[in-house]
């Protein structure tokens, strides 16, 4: 080819599958479905980076933090039920973070709670749209709906703290969105069912609505009801064989020093996925109490998108109610379960369990949004002879979009834990307090945690004061803890007989701390900083072990 040869006429690029065969118009709608579903998940997760603590925290009921984060660093298994999914997904993570970043193991552990929720917001906009098919409008109040979500308290407060939660919801909105797209995602249902049971049992309480959704569809029935329990059942499978991550990390050797249950065995398994520990808070409470936890349940409902977010919602779920008779009553029962179980569950922080409840009602509120936009331009007709224009619905959609923006700022200082640092303050403290070789008791899970993560998780705490003995006081009554400390701690006089004979066997050979002034021994105990110190007795002779 000549030098002044014209060069060779470009061949465009090949269009998009959609754009080739439904047109131009086609691929708009296409690219805005897409942007409905990133926008709000990629605000959300700027939302939820820029407010999370920046380490370990006991805010939002995060105690539990520092023990799961304490068991995916050594490998070990965290309180009842376990979470075997969660703990090897922590364990993945962390491993990244630390390959890519500098950042301490807490602040990694709340941002993976950030990335779970902002996904959940995506998978939100994507279940409303679909729900709000066909309108042309209908991502505006989708995004609407997963906006919303994103900044109820309830699901807010979980994205910035370590915790299972984030995942549970994660998981269930996954399964939601499955089972509501038309035709059903079987495959896609089946995985996140099964997903749920390998983190967090209450998942189940959600799978009567899944299966009746199943049952209900236009093709379930003639394609026979062992289809549906097939699924269900798979799912139940798959999800339970996780839990053999429990068998194999108890049973390592040395054991992780985070090993609850010691479940090593079957027995231990089933103490501890069954959550013997904790069944004594269930349905623990007489008349006055129901009516108390009743009236807790409606205030948690009642606040998340506010008074009148909520009638919003209740005229999308009465929409529902009217033309989709078979939403209706996956939304009941859906709603139902676990209400009871939050209300019979009598811990301070059972409420959270309603995460999945608040987030159904995100599709309500979006198709209230619509039905709302629907009467104004029946009444603006009615008034003016023509209804609102495209104008109008994108005037009502800012003004939607511009109150939940202000919902999130008013609600930013009670929620936001970004300058958040009580339980970094108590390790400092526990680190310019302890002496080497001391023995620690704690009792709350606050600082039981704190310290396990400090010794185990970070390790900063261990490599400022080497040598801590933990021991907590209310684990202390099992036999699986006795064992535990035995294996951790070979030699320490005392363990496995009762408390104040390990304080006495123990006081004459190392400093001993408690995190809170203890019974045994009452008057022994002498304040020092934010701890108490056993004073030795004059008779006590220190002797190495």
């Not at 980076?49 to 520092?66: E, I, N, Q």
């Not at 797209?181 to 049992?201: M, S």
């Amino acid at each position: 080819m000549g030098r002044n040869a014209p060069p060779p006429a470009r061949s465009a690029p090949p269009m998009p599958a959609a754009l080739n065969s439904a047109g131009p118009l086609a691929w708009a709608k296409q690219r805005a479905a897409l942007a409905a579903l990133i926008l709000p998940a990629g605000l959300a997760l700027l939302l939820y980076t820029t407010t999370a603590a920046p380490g370990l925290t006991w805010a939002h009921y995060g105690a539990d933090g520092g023990d799961l984060l304490a068991a995916a660093s050594v490998n070990g298994v965290p309180h009842p039920t376990g979470y075997p999914l969660y703990t090897l997904l922590l364990q993945g993570w962390l491993f990244l973070g630390g390959v890519f970043t500098t950042a301490a193991p807490a602040r990694l552990g709340n941002l993976l709670s950030a990335l779970c929720a902002a996904v959940s917001v995506g998978l939100t906009v994507a279940a409303a749209g679909r729900l709000l098919a066909p309108r042309p409008d209908r991502w505006l109040w989708a995004a609407a709906g997963g906006l919303a979500w994103a900044v109820t308290p309830l699901l807010w407060s979980q994205a910035v703290i370590t915790e299972v939660y984030a995942l549970h919801t994660l998981l269930i909105t996954l399964a939601g969105w499955a089972a509501l797209a038309q035709p059903i995602r079987r495959v896609t249902l089946a995985t996140a069912l099964a997903l749920g049971i390998a983190h967090h049992l209450t998942s189940l309480l959600f799978w009567p609505a899944l299966a009746y959704l199943l049952w209900t569809e236009p093709t379930g029935r003639a394609q026979g009801g062992w289809r549906v329990w097939g699924l269900l059942a798979t799912a139940w499978l798959a999800g339970s064989l996780f839990y053999l991550r429990i068998l194999w990390a108890a049973g390592a050797d040395p054991p992780p020093p985070v090993n609850w249950g010691y479940a090593d065995n079957l027995a231990g398994l089933w103490w501890l996925a069954g959550g013997a520990a904790y069944r004594a808070y269930f349905l623990d409470l007489g008349l006055g109490d129901l009516l108390g936890r009743v009236a807790a349940w409606a205030r948690v409902a009642t606040t998340q998108y506010t008074p009148l977010g909520l009638a919003v919602a209740l005229v999308g779920l009465a929409d529902w109610d009217r033309r989709a008779p078979r939403l209706r009553t996956f939304s009941l029962l859906w709603l139902a379960p676990v209400s009871l179980y939050a209300i019979a569950y009598t811990t301070v922080d059972s409420f959270i369990y309603l995460l999945p409840v608040i987030w159904l009602a995100a599709l309500w509120f979006a198709n209230g949004l619509a039905i709302g936009v629907d009467w104004l331009q029946a009444r603006a007709l009615s008034w003016a002879g023509r209804g609102v224009g495209g104008w109008g619905v994108s005037l009502v959609a800012l003004l939607i979009l511009a109150a939940i923006g202000g919902l999130a700022v008013w609600r930013l200082p009670s929620i936001s834990l970004h300058h958040d640092g009580e339980a970094e303050t108590f390790l400092s403290a526990a680190a310019a307090t302890f002496e080497p070789r001391s023995l620690v008791i704690s009792n709350g899970d606050a600082e039981t945690f704190a310290l396990w993560y400090g010794v185990w998780g970070s390790k900063t705490l261990a490599a400022q004061v080497p040598e801590l003995v933990l021991v907590n006081v209310s684990l202390y009554q099992f036999e699986w803890y006795h064992r535990l400390l035995g294996d951790l701690y070979p030699g320490l006089p005392g363990v496995g007989r009762p408390f104040d004979e390990l304080l006495a066997a123990n006081r004459a050979l190392r400093p001993i701390y408690t995190t809170e002034p203890l019974p045994e021994l009452a008057d022994r105990w002498t304040p020092q900083g934010r701890f108490w110190r056993l004073t030795p007795l004059p008779q006590d002779q220190a002797t190495e072990p």
